[in-house]
Structures are given as C-alpha cells and as structure tokens.
C-alpha cells in the first residue's frame, strides 16, 4: 500500500561526488521493507523521481541520490525546511527469510537500500557481508556507516585508488548461502555469472506513476510480466530473464 504525503527537508548534504543525502520528515508508516522506494514530485518535472529509501525510522526517511540529471540537480539546491510531495511505501522489498549468511553487494547509488536491509537482517539474527563497488576512491560513501553495523565490509573501486582492484565479483566471500543485490545492469549480469546461490536482484528502472498503474516499466519474467514499479523492484533470481 502506498501513500501521498508532504514531507519537510530536515536536511540534504553532499557526501561524496555528486551524491547527496536528504533526510525527510513526515508519516514513514507505509515503508514496511527494506528495498522499497518513494517517488517525488518536483516543481517542474512532470514525472516524479524515484528513489530507494536508504533507512527509516519513526518519523524520519533517509535517501541518498546521485546527481544525474536535471532532476536531481533540481534536489540537490533544495534547503532545509523545504516541503515535497512524495509518494511512499512502494515496491515490494526485500524478503529477509531466505538467508542464514547472506551477501548484500551494492554498486554506486545501488548501494542505499543495502543499509536498511543490512539493519534487518542483523535485527533477525543473521550477520552480512557487503560489498560496495564504486568507480573511484571520491564515490565512495557509507563504508563507515555499515561498519558501525557490525557488518564485515569489501569496498572495491574500477582503478584501485580504494580498497580492492576491480569489480564486486573480485571481493566475494567463500562463505555465504544467499545474496541481495542493488545496481547497474552491467554489474548484475556479472553477479549472474559468479554468484554460485540463489538471489534477490532490486531492477532500476524508469517509472511512470510508481504504483503499477500505467504498466510503463512492465518486464518479461518466467512467470509472465511484472511491472518493476509494483511486483519489483525486487525479483528473484530464478524467474529473471536476462
């Protein structure tokens, strides 16, 4: 289920090259999953932008976006105190049951909604690995933050000025039963290659309403056509046709 709600700016920082965090107040009843997102309206714009939710609490809801477009460049000028109008509780999210040791692998801004999971599933019992995959050492953020977690961390950067030489699936661990994944298509048909369990895969795809009306973002599965923005964003490994 989702809701329209107004949400005020509490605040909206730049933490590392061209990525932002904005940290929104309002009604956060409706994000009942890691993975899900909200969609948000911006003078202007006549589709609204989604974003995965990086963490929530009571009354507040973290996003970290990347400066990519007019959009988001439109978000990155906005101040404190400012009011938006945003949809939430959309998509399906993470299903946590699955696992006993599971692997989180984030690539760029893929990497938020893996910070909202890593809390649940630590809060179940299991205890991650993540890895973050960037491009180079001035892209990376969170490293500390999921440390703070307790979670075992692997930063790889493409040119090797951080952490380890090349791409997520150089840093897999020998020891996991299961993983969860959040990034560019690229990197996803790497992790198809390499990883040897079963999966969730979180699509990033242009949307239209958000809420699975206009079946604009609707894909082929195994079991018939899904629409990202509603049975997604999360998909299993076993119904994804590459």
Do not use: H
């Amino acid at each position: 289920m989702y809701k329209q709600n107004n949400y005020k700016i509490l605040s909206n920082e730049k933490i590392a090259k061209d990525v932002y965090k904005m940290i929104l107040e309002g009604d956060t009843q409706y994000i009942t999953a890691p993975g899900q997102f909200i969609n948000i309206k911006l003078d202007g714009k006549f589709l609204r932008r989604p974003i995965s939710v990086c963490d929530c609490d009571e009354n507040t809801i973290t996003i970290i976006y990347k400066v990519v477009g007019s959009g988001t460049e439109y978000m990155a000028q906005l101040e404190s105190g400012e009011v938006l109008d945003v949809l939430t509780g959309l998509g399906n999210g993470y299903d946590i049951s699955k696992s006993a040791k599971p692997l989180l692998i984030g690539g760029g801004v893929g990497v938020p909604p893996m910070y909202m999971l890593a809390k649940k599933l630590i809060e179940s019992g299991q205890k991650p690995t993540v890895i973050l995959g960037f491009n180079t050492k001035e892209e990376i953020f969170f490293e500390e933050e999921f440390k703070a977690l307790g979670c075992d961390v692997r930063v790889t950067t493409v040119d090797g000025s951080y952490g380890i030489k090349g791409f997520v699936t150089d840093a897999f661990p020998d020891n996991y039963d299961y993983f969860y994944t959040c990034g560019p298509m690229p990197m996803f048909k790497a992790i198809e290659n390499t990883a040897k369990t079963s999966g969730q895969y979180s699509f990033e795809e242009r949307m239209g309403c958000g809420f699975g009306a206009c079946m604009g973002c609707s894909c082929k599965t195994k079991y018939g056509n899904k629409r990202i923005c509603k049975d997604g964003p999360v998909l299993e490994r076993e119904e994804i046709i590459w």
